[in-house]
């Protein structure tokens, strides 16, 4: 007889806010002056960190060259903390639920 397993319990994907900086990489399609960038990300995940993982990956992907990630909490997090979030950025973040996705919603580069 075979032992019967725990059945895994599904985790809900829920969006982090990510704020990431990025240095320079031939073709990642920053300013010629540009020094790097910093990029607000809504990104979907089980947890913080896989958002940050699926979100580091992409940005690799996309020839942009990650070098610091901060985490901002989810949308009940930022609420309770007293952050205004406006109906456009929770429509993003609602959509990059829907999606499993990572949505960069600003992109500011740097200059020095």
Do not use: C, W
Not at 68 to 89: F, N, P, W, Y
Not at 91 to 102: G, H, K, Q, T, Y
Request: cysteine-free; aromatic content about 4%.
């Amino acid at each position: 007889m075979e032992e019967a397993r725990p059945e895994k319990v599904k985790r809900p994907q829920q969006v982090y806010t990510l704020v990431v900086e990025v240095g320079r990489k031939p073709g990642d399609g920053l300013p010629d002056k540009a020094t790097g960038a910093g990029l607000v990300i809504y990104a979907s995940g089980v947890d913080e960190a896989e958002a940050v993982r699926e979100t580091v990956a992409i940005l690799k992907e996309a020839d942009l060259a990650p070098l610091e990630v901060t985490g901002h909490g989810t949308l009940d997090e930022r609420l309770k903390a007293g952050d205004e979030i406006d109906a456009e950025e929770q429509a993003l973040m609602r959509r990059a639920l829907d999606e499993n996705s990572v949505i960069v919603a600003q992109m500011t580069p740097f200059f020095d």
